[in-house]
């Protein structure tokens, strides 16, 4: 079974760095118990506005499951423009490029 790798992003007024990461932290901990969710990494860019995330997901039937809440959860905090990307992952070149994938 293939990995699958989910990109979002969306336009952010901040915080930003440790600020964002304290007002996110328990959001943090409730993504974290995603089934099927293998990892994220939190991006962010404060010079365009900017921020998301990139998630590894064990199968694509995860990953559409949390995409569908997930963005549910976006709108409820008032977050529009929300631009999701699904991608599957090659493991063979990404192991060579010592990329993680559990």
Known sequence: MA???LQINFPF???????????????AHKVS????LL???????PNTGETGGIYLFEDEASLDTFLTEHTARLNSFG??????KKF???EPLTQITRGKLN
């Open 13 to 27: 007024n901040g915080p930003w760095g440790n600020d964002m990461a304290q007002a996110y932290s328990e959001l």
């Open 88 to 90: 599957d992952v090659n």
């Open 79 to 84: 977050i529009e423009n929300i631009n999701a």
């Open 33 to 36: 118990e995603t089934p099927g």
């Open 39 to 45: 990892w994220k990494i939190w991006i962010e860019n």
């Open 3 to 5: 990995l699958k790798l």
